[in-house]
């Protein structure tokens, strides 16, 4: 199964990461595509606070892992992995919503 790029949730709606196939650009471009669709997704890049840029692996799992708090069913879903058998390797950016004190 092929992935580009996309949100990771926290296993609900809330975007945690966004995860995008090394193979889709260069890492110092990373940053850029995802100002574009975080906008186009509908949130202000403003509201959010964004770590650097790091790598990582995901890999694609046909059926929800027992261990898993949610059972996405027979749809599958793509996780964070360790360099190994299946795993695509990706750059990721950390997403925290900016907390005003």
Known sequence: MAYDFGFFTDGGCCPTNF???QKECKKEDVLEIFKSEVTAEGYEVEDLVCDEVYE???RYYPKTPEDMQHDYGDW?????CNKGRGALPVY??????RVEE
């Open 19 to 21: 995860v995008i196939a």
């Open 56 to 58: 990582a692996y995901i």
């Open 76 to 80: 599958g879903l793509w996780m964070f």
């Open 92 to 97: 990721v950016i950390d997403m925290y919503e």
